[in-house]
Structures are given as structure tokens and as C-alpha cells.
């Protein structure tokens, strides 16, 4: 599997401060970006914004707007998931690289890094996706690795998906063995299942208790 600083592009120059609104306005014709890199020289200073390019003028140097330029970045050393986590925090698809030494590398577009992540076990492998919530103060990974190990199945991913000062929801997703019996294991212990499933047991008793009494109730 491919690296993921093996997506750092560069087949468009960063544009130079000293360049004009203009400019990055022909380059926004031409590319689909919703931000790119400002340089001067080899100095990273930010992105400028299509939606910016839109308000200022033409004829203005991009060094006049300067402080309007977005400041987010990555480094060469993040790895992929922190990096996907950077896309959806600063609503681009294209991400600036720089080094521990602050120089500019090239760029991430968001098309190669969710290709990246399509190529990850998390996607690739067969297996079967749960979401579970639990108290946050009370999970655990250790918990949820021998919940599913446990039950002699194996985790080919796992993330927190969504997490408050109280709750914390957590994406797994599992090789495809006793897949009921982990669900039920995990309701042993207090997590709650988000994600619906047709192993699920529990819920299909349910649903029978409820058309039972539903039926009974309209005799």
C-alpha cells in the first residue's frame, strides 16, 4: 500500500504573495480547489480562498489581503487519519504540507486521500461495521478490543466517530464471526448498539413482542 506523502502534489506552483488576485482567480478557472497555497519565497503565509478571490479586486496584489489568507496546514508526518480529520475541520479539499522545519512540500488534494482510505483495511476488508455509545468516562479501548476478541472474531478498525463531555460513539469494524453474540456482549457491558443489524437477536425478539402485542391489542 501506497504511503500517504506519496500524494503530496505539486503539479501547480504555489501562487507568490507578490502575485494578483487575478492571478489566483485564472487559477480557480482552471482547477476545482477551494483554497491554494500563498508563498513568499518558499515561506508558507496561508491559503487564499476561491470565495475570497470573488470580494477583492483584480488589480490587488494578494499581499494587500494577506491577512484574510486561512493559516490551516498539515505536516509531512501526520498520518491519514489526521489528515482526513483536517479536510472536514477546515471544509477545503486541498490541504498546504509543510515539514518540522516549516517549508512548503506541495499539497493534499481530498480526492487522493479519501482514495488512500478506500485502500485501508478499515474499507478494503470484508467484515461488518457496529456503532456503539457509551458513557465517556466509562469506555475503553482495551474494553472494546476484548469484547470482540473475546468472542473470536478480530477489530480491522475502530475510531471515535463522536464524542461529548458525556458520551463517546465508536465506529468499529469486525471480522464477520458470532456477530450477535458481540453485540450482545457489548450490551453486557452498558455500551448502547447505534447501528441497526439483522444478527441482531435482541431487537428481532422485540420486534416479535411488539407485533404480538400490537396484534393482540387490536383484537
Known amino acids: 500500500m501506497d504511503k500517504i506523502t506519496d500524494f503530496i502534489n505539486n503539479q501547480y506552483n504555489a501562487l507568490q504573495v507578490s502575485a494578483t488576485v487575478a492571478d489566483a482567480s485564472d487559477l480557480f478557472l482552471d482547477v476545482d480547489y477551494s483554497h491554494f ?4 519565497q518558499n515561506v508558507f503565509l496561508g491559503s487564499i480562498s476561491k470565495e475570497d478571490t470573488d470580494l477583492f479586486s483584480g488589480s490587488d496584489a494578494i499581499n494587500d489581503h494577506k491577512y484574510n489568507l486561512t493559516r490551516f496546514f498539515v505536516r509531512n508526518d501526520m498520518n491519514w487519519f489526521d489528515v482526513l480529520e483536517e479536510f472536514s475541520k477546515n471544509h477545503t479539499n486541498l490541504l498546504p504540507v509543510l515539514d518540522d522545519k516549516n517549508n ?18 478499515f474499507v478494503k476488508e470484508d467484515g461488518s461495521t457496529i456503532v456503539v455509545e457509551k458513557e465517556t468516562a466509562d469506555f475503553s479501548f482495551s474494553q472494546i478490543c476484548q469484547i470482540v476478541e ?12 463522536n464524542n461529548s463531555a458525556t458520551k463517546t460513539e465508536i465506529t468499529l469494524k469486525i471480522s464477520q464471526s458470532n456477530f450477535n453474540e458481540i453485540i450482545q456482549t457489548f450490551r453486557r457491558y452498558n455500551y448502547t448498539i447505534l447501528s441497526e443489524h439483522q444478527e441482531d437477536a435482541y431487537l428481532a425478539d422485540l420486534k416479535d413482542r411488539s407485533d404480538y402485542l400490537n396484534k393482540y391489542l387490536n383484537i
Not at 497555497?37 to 513568499?40: N, Y
Open 104 to 121: 512548503y512540500l506541495g499539497f493534499y488534494e481530498l480526492d487522493d486521500v479519501l482514495h488512500f482510505f478506500n485502500e485501508t483495511t
Open 37 to 40: 497555497p500563498i508563498l513568499e
Open 150 to 161: 473475546s468472542n473470536d472474531a478480530k477489530i480491522l478498525g475502530v475510531f471515535i466517530s
